[in-house]
């Protein structure tokens, strides 16, 4: 069990994957579609109002739960996805170069779209019939944001789940949706917990939100061309020699 732990988290290109995987994640964080909204998806899962959520010890331990379980809600959807996308994959692994090339292609063409130079994918999708406000539906309202196709989470995730596709291993793809989930994630418990430097950090960086956009994009096309030139390839070799993959035992 720890050696297959162990050749999951070490092995093939999971390391800068996942590294990846939190980058876009943030990215989809501070983009100008979720990150105005952050406190009101806040006051929505923990039932307070805007200025409670600023209240005493009691309400930050209810604004640390209701985020969690928002958190939870959503990565869940993104981990299922993500290990469904893996299965498929795993079908084509004997044609594993022309998954890196269609993996490629997919991650410019997301690059592509999170400038907005993609038509038809700027619309949004949502679920209208949402769960009642609080925690109880907190987990149910994370899943209903994980499912609403939006501008901002679409090309990152989907960025995700094309490289759980070419890594055709279900356990690494769950390991990739769990880092985009983190790379979402923290930076609300961050907000919601009200820590001052996040804060103040998030206040700088949106003045400045079209420079978050292309720095996701910029990154979404550097591994999409690693994946149709070979160099992904490359480095996943050079990062298993590094890390010794078959020494490790855990």
Do not use: K, N
């Amino acid at each position: 069990m720890g050696e297959t732990f162990a050749g999951i988290v070490t092995s093939g290109p999971l390391l800068l994957g996942v590294a990846v995987a939190v980058v876009a994640g943030l990215v989809s964080f501070l983009s100008p579609c979720i990150l105005p909204l952050v406190p009101g998806y806040l006051a929505y899962v923990t039932g307070l109002s805007g200025a409670d959520l600023d209240g005493d010890r009691r309400q930050r331990g209810r604004v640390l739960a209701g985020s969690l379980l928002f958190v939870a809600g959503f990565g869940a959807v993104f981990i299922t996805i993500g290990v469904v996308a893996a299965s498929a994959g795993r079908v084509f692994q004997e044609h594993q170069r022309a998954l890196e090339i269609a993996g490629g292609v997919l991650m410019l063409g997301f690059a592509l779209a999170l400038l907005g130079l993609v038509p038809g994918l700027q619309r949004e999708v949502r679920v209208r019939r949402l769960p009642a406000a609080g925690m109880a539906g907190a987990p149910v309202f994370g899943a209903v944001f994980a499912l609403s196709w939006t501008p901002c989470i679409g090309p990152t995730i989907g960025a995700v789940l094309a490289l759980g596709m070419v890594a055709g291993q279900p356990g690494r793809a769950a390991v990739l949706a769990a880092g985009y989930t983190l790379g979402l994630g923290l930076p609300f418990l961050a907000f919601g917990l009200g820590l001052r430097w996040f804060v103040g950090a998030v206040a700088v960086i949106r003045r400045h939100p079209v420079w978050v956009t292309r720095a996701g994009a910029a990154l979404l096309a550097v591994v999409g061309v690693a994946l149709l030139t070979g160099v992904w390839g490359d480095l996943v070799f050079w990062l298993r020699g590094t890390v010794g993959v078959g020494e490790v035992s855990l």
